[in-house]
């Protein structure tokens, strides 16, 4: 057996948190995240879906979802940054009795709003929301989604019936989305009581209606805190924005070299800036032409640039799956993703350039990036084969003179030297 390494982590450093399809890893790095320290694999052996990282309250306490066809699912927790992790002997995020459905997969762990530290969402397959507010200690299903009459009409996706990705409103505490693969968005406006399908203009490429009112096969959506009416949606086929929380989408994919995808992380600082990493069709799940190419848009869509500066251009067909890329909240903000070859990759600086963090690994199925306590008091150093810019000289202007000026001068100073000359010859004259 592999043994486990650990990192020590420390206020200010830089986290990615990945999971795969035989284990955990950590990795740790300084602000300038030049170089990685390497911890795991934490459940060697077991499918990692879903990872987080709660720093509410105090706590630095991991969440993982480890998962074995043969044993199940079952949500753990570390407090030490991976040296020990609970093992409860029964699963705390289950369905109840009367349901009658079982946890196949953990999907999604997310901390809740910051100003509700004791609570927490899970998403699982099949297609349901647990919701905690003891900080993890009991869970409950969101019975308004799982008796929603939509229900009985969903259909797995490809990688099954999962609800993958829950979005949080952060201008309203009753608001939030939910997506699901493949029965489309969802949104509650009154505190998961009830739900409602936000779909309305994002194709369907597999069935007769084009544009049904549920039924989408969405693979990611994010915001931005600061424009949180404003969301961005890689479907199945095609890259989506909304102005009105999921009312409306229009399409935004302009410039890509294909509109079929998973990944999409939203930039940090800035709500005009998302990445997508392009994938060539749901037949060929590899990266288009061989290139591996991070796009990123910086006016919200209008158009797309591709990032390669480090990334392979040659043979590189690669996947990255649809929670497999996420930025961490430093300035500049660092982009990281993973594939399925067991590649992480990362960027310091926006996506500008790239380097390999780490290589070897399983299949990659998530990537989360967090600082350890406050970004915003965290210096990032700049890096040191940046080049300085010279000091700038003062200029010193000289008047440019006339011709008739300079001849004019000409003539004065001879006029000063013959006068010099006849008051030395007198002066002699006199001794």
Same mark, same amino acid.
């Given at each position: ?5 650990? #990192?020590?982590?420390?206020q ?5 948190? #990945? $999971? ?10 300084? !602000?300038?995240? !030049?170089?990685? +320290?390497?911890? *795991?694999?934490?459940?060697a $052996?077991h ?9 509410r309250?105090?706590?630095?306490? %991991?969440w ?24 409860? +002997?029964?699963?705390? #995020?289950?369905?109840?009795?009367d349901?009658?459905?079982? /946890?196949?997969?953990?999907w ?7 100003? +509700? ?18 900080a993890?200690?009991?869970w409950?299903? #969101? ?12 259909q797995p *996706?490809g990688g099954?019936?999962? %609800? ?10 009753n608001?939030?989305?939910?997506a699901?693969s493949?029965g ?16 309305? *203009?994002v194709?369907?490429t597999?069935g007769?209606d084009?544009?049904? +009112?549920? $039924?989408? &096969?969405v693979?990611?959506v ?9 969301m ?5 086929w ?15 994919a302009?410039? /890509? ?17 998302? =990445? ?18 991070? =796009? ?8 797309w ?9 040659k043979?590189?067909l ?16 660092g982009? =990281? ?8 990759w990362?960027?310091?600086? *926006? ?14 199925? &998530?990537?989360?990036?967090? /600082? ?33 000026a ?5 003539a004065r ?10 008051s ?6 006199k001794k």
């Amino acid at each position: 057996m592999v043994e486990t390494r650990h #990192v020590t982590a420390k206020q200010g450093d830089v986290l990615l948190l #990945v $999971g795969t399809m035989k284990g955990a890893f950590l990795m740790r790095s300084n !602000a300038a995240r !030049a170089r990685w +320290e390497v911890g *795991g694999p934490y459940f060697a $052996g077991h499918s990692v879906y879903a990872l987080a990282f709660d720093q509410r309250a105090g706590r630095h306490r %991991l969440w993982a979802g480890p998962g074995s066809e043969h044993f199940g699912t079952v949500l753990r927790s570390s407090d030490d940054f991976g040296r020990t992790w609970t093992n409860p +002997e029964s699963a705390p #995020v289950r369905f109840p009795d009367d349901t009658g459905a079982a /946890v196949k997969r953990i999907w999604q762990i997310l901390p809740g709003r910051a100003e +509700e530290p004791q609570t927490l969402y899970c998403g699982v397959e099949p297609a349901a929301l647990f919701e905690s507010r003891d900080a993890g200690e009991t869970w409950s299903l #969101v019975r308004g989604l799982h008796e929603h009459p939509h229900r009985a009409q969903w259909q797995p *996706g490809g990688g099954g019936l999962g %609800l993958h990705t829950i979005v949080l409103d952060p201008s309203n505490r009753n608001r939030m989305h939910v997506a699901i693969s493949a029965g489309g968005l969802y949104r509650t406006d009154d505190g998961g009581r009830t739900w409602a399908a936000k779909n309305r *203009g994002v194709r369907v490429t597999f069935g007769p209606d084009k544009f049904p +009112e549920f $039924g989408q &096969c969405v693979h990611k959506v994010v915001r931005h805190p600061a424009r949180p009416e404003r969301m961005f949606l890689q479907n199945h086929w095609g890259l989506y924005r909304s102005d009105d929380a999921g009312d409306s989408w229009r399409d935004i994919a302009h410039g /890509v070299p294909s509109d079929f995808g998973f990944a999409m992380a939203m930039h940090p600082h800035d709500p005009d800036t998302v =990445y997508i990493l392009p994938i060539e069709s749901d037949e060929f799940r590899c990266t288009p032409e061989g290139k591996l190419r991070v =796009y990123r848009t910086r006016d919200a869509g209008g158009s797309w640039e591709p990032l390669t500066r480090g990334l392979p251009q040659k043979d590189a067909l690669e996947c990255v799956l649809r929670d497999a890329m996420g930025t961490d909240p430093l300035n500049p903000a660092g982009v =990281y993703f993973g594939t399925r070859s067991g590649q992480v990759w990362g960027s310091p600086d *926006g996506g500008h350039a790239w380097s390999l963090v780490r290589g070897g690994l399983p299949p990659v199925l &998530c990537v989360k990036a967090c /600082v350890v306590g406050d970004a915003t008091k965290v210096r990032v150093p700049r890096p040191a084969n940046a080049k300085r810019a010279a000091p700038k000289k003062r200029a010193v202007k000289k008047a440019a003179a006339k011709p008739g000026a300079r001849a004019a001068g000409r003539a004065r100073a001879g006029a000063a030297k013959r006068r010099t000359a006849r008051s030395g010859k007198r002066a002699a004259k006199k001794k």
